[in-house]
């Protein structure tokens, strides 16, 4: 049953190495963000001081429970207390996303021999939803990639109450998580463990209900849910009206425009359609449903951290199909499943040539360097003192997330101690706006410290 489980462990210690390395040059080229490594950072750092989870980049004082609901941050915390600095969320994301190449690669090796494991782990280590969640600073789904595949892993193998305990974390990831464990739940009680399954029905949509509902308007300084109701916000559940109003669309909503089509195109070509024949297809449903229902392009496509649940799903599902597939009355169909590593694999690879890793494995020593600009901006920085109040600018904030409270200019209304500010951002702010707002801090109390490379240092006087 365990076909080689050591070998698997060595794939997803290369994952981590590669997913890790390339995380902190990017950060270390000031490719990351305060929105939302920064944001992160701030959470796991209120933890650590034994407080709430608040994020002054998103408002100052602001409760990420107002926001979503992700209290499995909290395991983040040991790692903290050793390495207070926002790359520890980097290379703890990396852990847990190439740990999830274990189940996946050990379920293909027991359908279909080591060979199909090694292409199994290598598809998932290429995949486009893989790349983009690791290219895109820290995010709470990346807890959701281990729970998902070794509990669909499981599924697959009928081990039920294994397939459960796995999935019930996930309530604790992320809010809208709670729609796949009832889906997971669904498919437990279909297989056979009704009670089981009823149950882990159940707690999810009572979770789901609760933490929508009532907890995070409790925070919220709103009071609301806010990616029920506002597109502006910007949530996998935004919309400018109501969910349940855009549901009613949904058959026109989850196809148009065409940006959906090619996305649910490119997931299906990730398996070569395999996935298609099994029931664990179902548990994406939720995740593409919420997306494609949001009026907000940034959800449609393939890019950014939003796909990356949807690895483990496919990948599993494909695997899960595979026995069905293989005594298919179509010729093709059964030699796709008979070499469906391959497929996989190859399926993968056409793609993986455009992800954010192609330059980085072709040019590491490049990836680590740094040029004028981010030399500057540590040079200023480093003048900032801990603890005191600084306005930054996007890809400088979460290089200060960790010693100082830091927010962004117009983001947050509030008056800083410290101005930082990279007069050539291009979020949220144009160059137009930063040059407007340096001249009016540089009219209102403010004097300029230093400034190099279009980074401007202001102290409050």
């Given at each position: 049953m365990q076909s080689g489980t050591r070998v698997w462990w060595a794939w997803a210690a290369g994952l981590f190495v590669l997913y890790a390395l390339f995380s902190l040059a990017q950060h270390h080229r000031l490719g990351t963000t305060g929105y939302d490594l920064g944001i992160f950072t701030q959470a796991v750092r209120g933890y650590a001081h034994f407080g709430a989870p608040t994020a002054d980049l998103k408002g100052w004082g602001y409760n990420?429970?107002?926001?979503?609901?992700?209290?499995?941050?909290?395991?983040?915390?040991?790692?903290?207390?050793?390495?207070?600095?926002?790359?520890?969320l980097l290379v703890a994301q990396a852990a847990l996303v190439a740990v999830a190449a274990v189940p996946l690669a050990r379920l293909a090796a027991d359908r279909g021999g080591r060979p199909a494991g090694h292409a199994t782990a290598a598809a998932y280590g290429l995949s486009f939803g893989v790349q983009g969640a690791v290219a895109f600073d820290f995010h709470e789904v990346a807890f959701a990639a281990p729970l998902l595949a070794f509990g669909l892993a499981a599924l697959s193998e009928r081990r039920s109450k294994a397939a459960a305990a796995w999935a019930l974390p996930l309530l604790l990831v992320k809010e809208e998580l709670a729609l796949m464990v009832a889906v997971i739940g669904?498919?437990?009680?279909?297989?056979?463990?009704?009670?089981?399954?009823?149950?882990?029905?159940?707690?999810?949509?009572?979770?789901?209900?609760?933490?929508?509902?009532?907890?995070?308007?409790?925070?919220?300084?709103?009071?609301?849910?806010?990616?029920?109701?506002?597109?502006?916000?910007?949530?996998?559940l935004s919309s400018s009206r109501s969910i349940f109003s855009r549901l009613a669309d949904a058959p026109e909503l989850l196809f148009s425009p065409s940006q959906k089509i090619v996305t649910l195109l490119l997931l299906g070509a990730l398996?070569?359609?395999?996935?298609?024949?099994?029931?664990?297809?179902?548990?994406?449903?939720?995740?593409?449903?919420v997306r494609f229902l949001s009026d907000s392009p940034a959800y449609w496509g393939t890019g950014l951290q939003y796909n990356l649940p949807l690895m483990p799903v496919l990948i599993a599902a494909a695997w899960d199909a595979q026995p069905a597939w293989a005594h298919s009355r179509i010729p093709l169909a059964r030699g796709l499943a008979r070499r469906a590593g391959a497929a996989l694999l190859c399926a993968a690879?056409?793609?993986?040539?455009?992800?954010?890793?192609?330059?980085?494995?072709?040019?590491?020593?490049?990836?680590?360097?740094?040029?004028?600009?981010?030399?500057?901006?540590?040079?200023?920085?480093?003048?900032?003192?801990?603890?005191?109040?600084?306005?930054?600018?996007?890809?400088?904030?979460?290089?200060?997330?960790?010693?100082?409270?830091?927010f962004t200019w117009p983001l947050v209304d509030h008056t800083p101690d410290w101005v930082i500010l990279d007069v050539n951002e291009y979020w949220p702010t144009s160059f137009q706006e930063n040059q407007a707002h340096l001249t009016d801090l540089l009219h209102h109390g403010y004097r300029q410290v230093d400034a190099q490379d279009g980074i401007f240092l202001l102290h409050r006087e």
């Open positions: 990420l429970y107002g926001d979503h609901f992700h209290p499995i941050l909290v395991l983040l915390v040991p790692l903290y207390w050793i390495w207070p600095n926002a790359q520890t669904a498919i437990l009680a279909w297989r056979g463990a009704r009670r089981l399954g009823l149950a882990l029905i159940a707690i999810s949509v009572s979770v789901f209900a609760l933490v929508v509902g009532v907890l995070i308007p409790a925070f919220n300084p709103q009071g609301v849910y806010p990616y029920m109701n506002n597109a502006s916000a910007g949530g996998s398996t070569c359609f395999l996935a298609l024949r099994s029931p664990l297809i179902a548990i994406a449903l939720p995740n593409i449903a690879a056409p793609l993986a040539p455009t992800q954010p890793l192609q330059d980085f494995l072709l040019h590491p020593v490049r990836a680590f360097s740094t040029d004028a600009h981010a030399k500057a901006a540590y040079a200023l920085m480093r003048r900032i003192p801990d603890g005191a109040a600084v306005e930054a600018t996007n890809h400088l904030s979460p290089h200060l997330a960790h010693r100082t409270r830091v």
